[in-house]
């Protein structure tokens, strides 16, 4: 089958590799139908994520149907539509059954080394009964993609930020999670949603969602302390994943304010300002969405079109043609790519 790999930083490609196969009786064979190009793809594309070895299968957004199942697969069947979580787990170690299937002990991650990604024609995914999400028919393919991950993602952060009516939001990266984030942060009827970036053609589509634009820029904590009489925002969603950012959303913070870090962070040592937090009050609050917890719902809402996600797809694209996805996603002239094989 076709496969988009991993090769060495700065580098995918495009090849055949040999087809997934059923490995265990809990195991399911999807065929892709549609997958994408995630922001957490660009870090292991440029060299952060150091443990994803060359020729690792990429992708872990993906939609399809099922093909193939093990002999103890129940819940799913050959010719469903589904989704998955970018993770499998297994719904009875003591953190799924506690709700908290984001910290399975036996999960594992699509597109990281650890799983096959889903940049493929087929993917094969463990522990299918609990994985894979039948998708409703109303629900079209391009939303549903996002689903099992950046939407789910970006709806769990801000679920996380502990939003109130009233609230002024600020989502800080108005990249495709960030921009998610204005249009879930707004289901709790904020009184305002700041966005804040570097790229003045995301900070448009932000306001075309109903954000107050904020150049990310030296004066970007004084303009929304001016906003806000002084005071900051309630909530603050950071979806970029650095050093930068994280501090910047920790400045636009309120006193007992709540900051949700939604951005993938690669690094393990990162300083942060601690005193702030600290002398404000402050609730920070991050780790990997607990897809599973919320995709239903995120579905739901979706399908009722309270939830849009579709509308930040820039580029649809065949699979023979990632390497340039790729090239185009890194050099910021994409915003949400999709792959079809």
């Known amino acids: 089958m076709r496969a988009v790999t991993f090769q060495a930083p700065g580098e995918v490609r495009v090849g055949t590799v040999s087809d997934p196969v059923l490995r265990e009786p809990t195991d399911a064979i999807v065929r892709v139908t549609l997958s994408a190009v995630c922001g957490s793809d660009l870090h292991i594309y440029n060299g952060r994520f150091p443990r994803v070895p060359p020729g690792a299968i990429l992708g872990h957004e993906f939609l399809g149907r099922v093909e193939e199942v093990g002999s103890d697969v129940t819940r799913v069947s050959p010719g469903m539509r589904v989704v998955a979580s ?20 036996h ?15 087929r993917v094969r995914v463990p522990r299918a009964d609990t994985t894979l999400v039948p998708v409703p028919d109303a629900l079209a393919d391009e939303a549903a993609v996002m689903a099992g991950d950046i939407l789910s993602t970006a709806f769990f952060a801000a679920e996380r930020a502990g939003i109130r009516p009233g609230d002024t939001v600020a989502v800080v990266g108005a990249g495709p999670v960030g921009l998610l984030a204005i249009q879930c942060a707004a289901l709790y009827s904020p009184v305002a949603i700041l966005a804040l970036d570097r790229v003045d053609e995301r900070l ?21 302390r001016s906003y806000t009489a002084g005071k900051g925002a309630s909530a603050v969603i950071e979806a970029v994943g650095s050093r930068e950012s994280l501090n910047l959303a920790i400045a636009l913070a309120a006193p007992f304010g709540t900051v949700s870090a939604a951005g993938v962070f690669a690094e393990r040592d990162l300083p942060v300002d601690m005193a702030r937090l600290f002398n404000r009050d402050l609730t920070l609050r991050s780790g ?19 939830l849009q996600p579709q509308r930040i797809v820039s580029h649809r694209m065949p699979l023979d043609e990632a390497e340039e996805a790729y090239r185009r996603f890194d050099r910021r002239e994409a915003l949400k790519i999709l792959l079809m094989p």
């Open 86 to 105: 970018f993770f499998s787990w297994c719904g009875t170690c003591a953190a799924c059954l506690a709700g908290q299937m984001s910290q399975c002990q």
């Open 107 to 121: 999960l594992e991650t699509f597109g990281f080394g650890q799983l096959a990604g889903a940049q493929a024609e």
């Open 204 to 224: 448009r589509l932000a306001a075309s969602f109903g954000a107050r634009p904020v150049p990310a820029d030296a004066d970007a904590t004084a303009a929304v």
């Open 288 to 306: 990997l969405g607990n897809v599973p917890a919320v995709i239903g719902r995120v579905m739901a809402l979706t399908v009722a079109g309270r």
